[in-house]
């Protein structure tokens, strides 16, 4: 599904996300599922607390779009220290779109 905005370089975007504690009392670990078709992987990292917000009983992070290598991807920047790989992440348009 695409909205009819789109994902550009310089957008915000708040990602429903997992919280669990972290090691410290100022930060959580963070977990966001990502899945499209085949693709099925997680970005998980440790991010200051305050970094996580609440609507409605789901919790977000605010995540910005740095790069559009190409038609079918996008790569964001996590606030925080990734553990799941490289930080900017690489995702899937389609998964991203539903976001905005």
Not at 25 to 37: F, H, K, N, Y
Request: proline content about 8%; some cysteine; charged content about 25%.
């Amino acid at each position: 599904m695409v909205n009819r905005h789109s994902v550009e370089m310089g957008s915000r975007i708040s990602l429903p996300c997992e919280v669990k504690a972290g090691f410290f009392p100022d930060e959580v670990m963070v977990r966001i599922p990502v899945a499209v078709g085949e693709i099925k992987k997680a970005i998980v990292g440790y991010v200051d607390k305050n970094s996580v917000v609440e609507k409605n009983g789901q919790k977000f992070i605010l995540t910005l779009v740095i790069d559009r290598p190409d038609r079918k991807d996008a790569r964001i920047f996590f606030p925080g220290e990734l553990i799941s790989g490289p930080n900017p992440v690489t995702v899937p348009l389609i998964w991203l779109n539903q976001y905005m």
